[in-house]
């Protein structure tokens, strides 16, 4: 930043478009802002067959270990060897330089800026030497969409951000038990059709299928007398 204060850029591209699907600034690149910056994405463009990063421990284990329930493998360099991750690094030698250019900003929100204006200008406007001169939006949008290896192409997901109140975390009309043990913790939220996963940090801490019937989401089922 202008001051000199050190922030992280997280870059998500598509292996085969080369479309830049995130860039994101954030002070400390935590596995919980990782899988935040994933599933917001998958959000409009629907999940991924897998990803593949380096070798650090949050995309190894938190955002790995966090989208195995979502059907999204994950695939990992070898420690000391980026030129397995290749294209990626080549792309944040891009952004870099084009960051470059501009004058130091003071705030996240003004880098944020920057940032999403590169996106559009990289997805939209610049031919790709890649991918034959194409523009990545253009061969994202003409390539057969791809998704989880196990199960069909769905609907993009819906993701939610709540806080657990008295172990209640509450989304539209329901209200999803996940124990007291988590009141007072941030969620992130994501539900495909009536599946729906609740993280607290990057960790699962419940994985259920919504009854449309009913508001509450209880933790047990009860059965009847």
């Not at 204060?5 to 080369?18: A, F, G, Q, W, Y």
């Not at 002070?27 to 910056?37: E, H």
């Not at 397995?84 to 084009?98: P, Q």
């Not at 559009?120 to 990545?136: D, L, T």
Request: aromatic share 6%; with cysteine.
């Amino acid at each position: 930043m202008a001051d000199g204060t050190e922030v992280k850029i997280l870059n998500v591209i598509d292996d085969h478009s080369r479309l830049l699907v995130a860039s994101t600034a954030m002070t400390t690149c935590t596995g919980a802002a990782a899988l935040a910056v994933v599933a917001d994405a998958a959000a409009t463009l629907g999940w991924p067959a897998r990803f593949q990063s380096d070798n650090a421990s949050i995309f190894r284990h938190v955002l790995a270990d966090a989208l195995r329930p979502l059907g999204v493998a994950a695939a990992h360099s070898r420690p000391q060897h980026p030129q397995t991750n290749g294209k990626v690094e080549r792309f944040h030698h891009t952004e870099h330089k084009w960051l470059a250019a501009h004058e130091p900003v003071d705030t996240i929100a003004d880098l944020q800026t920057l940032l999403d204006l590169f996106r559009h200008y990289y997805n939209h406007h610049r031919r790709h030497r890649g991918i034959g001169r194409h523009v990545p939006a253009d061969v994202w949008t003409n390539a057969p969409k791809a998704g989880p290896a196990d199960r069909p192409l769905r609907p993009p997901s819906t993701v939610h951000r709540a806080r657990v109140i008295n172990g209640v975390v509450g989304i539209y009309s329901y209200a999803i038990t996940v124990g007291t043990v988590h009141t007072g913790n941030d969620t992130l939220t994501v539900i495909t059709g009536t599946t729906c996963h609740v993280f607290i940090d990057g960790r699962l801490v419940r994985q259920l299928t919504l009854d449309p019937t009913r508001r509450v989401q209880p933790l047990h089922t009860r059965r009847l007398p």
